[in-house]
C-alpha cells in the first residue's frame, strides 16, 4: 500500500474533469490543487470538490512543494513548457496526448524525466481498454500469427478542433494503439488529408504506416461522417479480429478464418491454389473497466515501483515521430516520409 | 416492341451462366448459342437450354450470320480480340468488366464500335442496381449538395482471383460507381498496395482518386479480411449518405446531418464557430429488381434505339484508364499518377 | 422564474443518487436534506453535496418546516406510508415507481393529493424519453392510422430484485409507455409467468393487454436473457414503427410499410386480395435531454403551476391496476382478468 | 449406392417448384412426373424439364406404376387424401407441413405408412439447416445444461395465406424446431391470438408450449411486423444461445453467461444471493448447406433403409396435435389446452 499521493491539475477543459473524477475515486489519490486560466472552471470544480484548492495561476500550482504528481490537460501546444516545469521540481507527471507538439520536445521530456527520475506518464487512454489489453496479448502469443495488415475507421461528425488537424485528434489514437499492440516499429507513413469543410485544418485523413515485416497499418479518420464508426480488423495469418468499440457488449471478435496458398497443377495447368478455412468465432469477455481509471491506478503503481509505464514517454515520442511524420507527408502532398 | 434478337455467349465460367439466366428470362431474346473451351461447361448449358446450340469453338459462334448481339463473359486479356472479332461482323457486344487490359485496346473497340454503329455496352452491373440508381440521382439533383468525399469499403476473404489483383477485381466496381454517380471526371489516383498471402497479385489495396473540385474518393480493398463489408459513404455540403450493400432492407441511408462553418468573436477572440447540424434521416425505398436482369433489358432497348448506353464503351474506357493509371501507381510504390 | 424549492430525498440505494445527481444540476432546486437507513449512504452524499444534511431517520426529513417537495426512493412497500406523510405535511411528492404496492393505497394517495392541492407524481422515467414523447405525437395526430398492436421485449440478464418479480420490476415501465402513447385505456390482462432460476420470484412473464378497441398489447419481460434486449414494435393500418432503446443513435425507425385487403374474383374464384406497400423509412431525429434531467424540470414546472403533471397520480395508479391485474393472473394460471 | 429413383410431385404452386428444382440435382433421382390444377404452372416446369411428364390430373400421376416416391406439395386440407392414395399404392412419401389438417388423419397416415412399410417424410425444413442441427446437438449433449426456455419471434409484413392462420402458417416451424432440439415433449398449449388487418383469419399470436419440467416455450407470430425478425433464444442453466437466421453468417451464438442464485446471511439478514457470470461467447462454424437439398437427401437414404426420417410421420403428428391444440385455445379465448 502506498503513502497517499497529493495531486495537483492544470487544464479543467474538456477532459480535465474527467482525470479529476477518477483522481478522487482513487483512494491513493489526494486530489489537492486544480488550475486553469478561466475563473469560472476553477469554480465549478471548487463546488463539487471542496477540499480542493483552486487557482487560475498555474505557476502557483507548479510551486506548490506539497505536490508528488502534476496531472497536465492543457492544449498539445503548452505541454512541453508545464511538463518540464513539473519535471524540474521534481513531479511525477501525468500528461494529456500528445505528449508535445515536436519530436525534440518530446525527446528533452523523456530526457529530462529520465534524469530527474521521475514518471512519465502520456494520457494514452486506449492503452488501458480491455480490447487493446487482450489484442496486445493475441497479438504477442502469437495467436493471429504473422500479422498481415491493421485497418481502423475512426470517423465522426465532428468536433472540428480548434488546434489540430484530424490525423492529430483521432489518428493519435491508432497510432498508440500500434505502439501497444504491435512488437513492430514502423519505418514510413504516407497520408493523403484533404480540407473539405474546415478553413484551417485538414478533416479527412488516410494514414499508412509501413512496418520492416511488410506489415501495413491503415488509418480512415474523418471528422465528417455522418455515422461514428470506431472499427478496426487486424488479420493475421492463423486467425483475423473485429474491434468494434462501439458495440456495447460484444466488442472484439477473433474469427478462426485464414486463407493458404499452394502451387499445384490442375487440369495439367501449373496454377496457385487457394484453400480458405471458414471456422468458428470466438468473443472473448473483456474487462469493462473504465479505461481512465486503470490508467489513473496504473500511474500510481508506477510512481510506487510497481509497475512499468505501460504509455511512459518513450511510447508518447513515438506517436509524436508519427505524428509529425505524417504532417510533413501532408505537406509534401502524399510522398512516403521515412521514420528515422 | 422489338423483333426477337438472336444472341451468342462466349465464356461459361462463374459469371457466364448467370448472364444465360437472364438472357433466357427477357421474352425479346433467344438464347441461340454458347461457347466455352470446356466441353462439360458446354454441355451443362446444354442440358438447361436444350434449344440452344454449344461449341467450344468460340470462332465457330463468332461466324454465325443468324446473331444479333454478341456476350462474352471470359478473362479480361482475351476481351479486345473477341470484342473486336463480333464488332467486325456487326454484332451489338456485352463484354463483362473491365473492357479491356489496356487503355489503347479500350479506345480501339469504342472507336470500332462508333463505326460500325452496334451498341458496345460493359457489364458493370453495378450501375443497374437500385442503390446506385437513387445515388445518382440524388447527386445529380444536388440534393447532397457540394460532394465533399466518396469513401468505400469493399472487402471480404477471398476469392483469389487467377489473372488479376485485387484492384482489378474489385476496385474496379467502384471506378465505375463513381462514374455513374459523379458529373465530375477524375484527375489523378494514388494506390498503396500490397501483397500479404498472395505470391502472384496485390490483394490488399488502397485507392485514392483525385477529382479537380477537390472531391476525394477513397477505395479499400481487400481479400483478406475476416468479414464481408460493402460500404460506401458519401459527403455532401447538404446532406451525407450510406450505402450498406449487404443489408437486406434498408441499403440506403440519407442524413440530414452537416456542419457549417464561419468565422466569429468569441470571448474577445477571433475563432472559427462550428455548427453541427442532426437531423433526420431517410431510408428511401429503392427499386429491389435483379441488377443483371435490369442490365440485358437495357442492352436491348439499346439495341432498338430506345436508350442511350449507361455503362457503354466510353464509360467501360474510364474505368480501365483509372485501372490502368492505379497500376501505374502501384508499380510506383504509391506516387501520385495524372490521368491524361 | 420560481422562488427556490428546498428538495429532501429519502432513500439512496440504486436510483435515489441518480435522483440527487439530477436535483443538484436545477438551478430552481436547492438539495437541503436526504435520509437513508444506511449511515454510509448517507455519508456518500454528504461527501459529495456537503450543503445538503443528512439522516437516517425519514422521520426527521419529513417534519423539517423548511421542505417543498419530496423525492420518496425506497423499495415500494414503502411508498404509501412516506407518501401519505409527505403529503398530509403540505409537501409536494415525486415518488419512484410503482406508485404504491396496492390498488387501494395508490388510490388513497391520488385522493390526498387532490385534497391538499399537492403534486404528486411517479417517476416513470421513459415518459420522459425523446423516443416515447415522439412516439405519443405520433399515435395521437394518427400518423401511425389505427393501431394495431404494441409488442415490447425487455429482457436482459438479471438484475434479480430482491422484492418484486420481473413483471414489476421490467413490465410496468411498458404499461406505463402505453398509459403514455395511447389513448385507450385497457380493459384486461393476461399473463403467463414463470420462475426458472429464482425460488422467490417470476423471473420471466409474457403480459397480454387487451383493449376495448381490439388493439392488442403483449409485454415479453426476462431475467434470463443472455442479451439486453429493448425492442418495441407498434403497427398501425398507415403505418409502423420500430423503437430500438438501445441504438446510440436511430432509436426510432417510422415505415411507411402497410397491408390492405379487398375481396374480389380472381380466376372466377371469390377470394381476398392483400395489398401490400414498402415504402420509405424515416428516422426522426428525437430530444436526447436526459429523461431524469426533464422529469425534474416537469415536476418544478408541476409545482409552479405551469404544467400538468405527465406521470401524476392518476397515471400512476392505471398502472398499479395492471400490476395488481397481472399478478391476479399469475396467481391464476394465466386465467384472463378484467380491468375494473 | 441406390437404385434410381423415380419421383411424381403433386403440386406446383411456390414450394412445389422449389422441391423439383432439388430433386431434379439429387443424381440418385429421376424427375419422372409433375402434377397440377394449372395448365400454366405444368407447362412452366415442362419447359424447364423436358424429360418429365406433366398432368393436371393428380388421379393420373397416383395410379402410375413406375413412381417410386410421391412428393405432395398441395394445400394442407388435400394432403390426407393425395397422401393415403400415395401410401395405398406403396409409394414412399414427401408431404409438405402440415401433415395434415386434423389429429385424426395425422394419426392414420401415420399407420398406413407403417403397414405399408413405405416412408413417410414432412418437409419440415428447418430440421435440416445447420442451426437447428447445431442446436438439437447442444440441447441433448446438455452443453446448455437445463433448459429453462425456448423463446422465438417469427415475424414479417405478409404473406397473407388464403387457407390457414398465421400459428398454422408460421408457428409450425417453431412446433416442428422444438420436436427436434427438445428431448421433452410438451403437455400444455395456450395461445392469445387476434385478426388485426385480415378479416378471416388470425395475424398475430403469441403462442406458450408448457413442457412437463418446467421448460417454457413461447412463439411470437405475425404477419404484421414491419420488419421481418427470426429470432430465437434458448436457455438453460449451464449456458444460453440466440439464433438469429436472417443474420448472413453468424447465425448462432452461445453465450457462456449464467446465473446462479444461492442463500446467504448478508450484513445480518438472511437473504437471496444472485451471481452472475459474464463469460466468453463462441459463435461455431455450421454446415450451410441448402436445407430442402439435405432433406431430399436424407429422404433418400430412408428410402434405402440408410436412415431414419428426422421429420417422420410421428413427428409430423406431433406438429399437428400442437397446431390443433393451438386453434383450441383461439377458440376458448386463451384458455390452456392440455395435450393428451
Redesign the interface.
Known amino acids: 500500500m502506498s503513502r497517499e499521493l497529493r495531486f495537483g491539475v492544470i487544464g479543467l477543459g474538456y477532459w480535465g474533469p474527467r482525470i479529476v473524477r477518477n483522481l478522487a475515486l482513487d483512494p491513493r489519490i489526494t486530489l489537492a490543487c486544480v488550475a486553469d486560466l478561466h475563473q469560472e472552471r476553477c469554480e465549478a470544480i471548487a463546488r ?1 470538490y ?1 477540499y480542493a484548492s483552486a487557482t487560475t495561476d498555474a505557476e502557483e500550482l507548479l510551486d506548490d512543494p506539497h505536490l508528488d504528481a502534476i496531472v497536465i490537460a492543457t492544449p498539445a501546444s503548452t505541454h512541453f513548457e508545464l511538463a518540464m516545469a513539473a519535471i524540474d521540481r521534481g513531479k511525477h507527471v501525468l500528461v494529456t496526448k500528445p505528449l508535445a507538439d515536436s519530436v525534440a520536445k518530446a525527446e528533452k521530456l523523456v530526457a529530462a524525466a529520465g534524469s530527474a527520475g521521475v514518471v512519465l506518464l502520456v494520457d494514452h487512454t486506449f492503452a488501458y481498454t480491455g480490447a487493446v489489453e487482450k489484442m496486445r496479448e493475441l497479438v504477442h502469443q502469437r495467436f493471429l500469427g504473422d500479422i ?2 491493421f ?1 481502423s ?1 475512426r ?1 465522426n ?4 478542433q ?1 488546434d489540430v488537424n484530424v490525423i492529430w485528434d483521432l489518428a493519435a489514437h491508432d497510432f498508440s494503439i500500434l505502439d501497444q499492440v504491435l512488437p513492430e516499429k514502423p519505418n514510413a507513413v ?1 497520408v ?1 488529408a ?1 480540407q ?5 485544418f485538414e478533416d ?1 485523413a ?1 494514414v ?1 504506416v509501413f512496418y520492416p515485416s ?1 506489415m ?1 497499418a ?1 488509418v ?1 479518420v ?7 464508426i470506431r472499427s478496426t ?1 487486424v ?1 493475421g ?1 492463423e486467425r ?3 474491434w468494434d468499440d ?1 458495440a ?3 466488442k472484439l ?1 477473433i ?3 485464414g ?3 499452394s502451387e499445384g497443377d490442375v487440369e495439367g495447368v501449373y ?2 491454389l ?1 484453400d ?1 478455412r ?8 473483456i474487462d469493462r473497466g473504465e479505461a481512465l481509471t486503470k490508467e489513473v491506478a496504473h500511474f500510481v503503481d508506477c510512481i510506487d515501483g510497481n509497475a512499468e509505464p505501460r504509455t511512459g514517454g518513450e511510447s508518447g515520442l513515438r506517436v509524436v515521430q508519427l505524428l509529425m511524420a505524417s504532417s510533413l507527408s501532408v505537406e509534401r ?2 510522398e ?1 516520409v521515412a521514420l528515422t
Request: overall charge negative; charged content about 15%; hydrophobic content about 40%.
Open positions: 463539487q471542496p498481415y495488415y485497418d475507421v470517423v461528425l465532428g468536433l472540428f480548434q504516407q493523403v484533404v473539405r469543410a474546415s478553413r484551417t479527412i488516410y499508412t511488410g501495413l491503415h480512415h474523418s471528422w465528417l461522417s455522418p455515422v461514428k480488423l488479420g495469418s483475423m479480429l473485429l462501439l456495447p457488449d460484444e471478435k474469427y478462426d478464418h486463407v493458404s496458398l496454377q496457385m487457394v480458405y471458414i471456422g468458428d468465432i470466438w468473443i472473448p469477455h502532398e502524399g512516403r
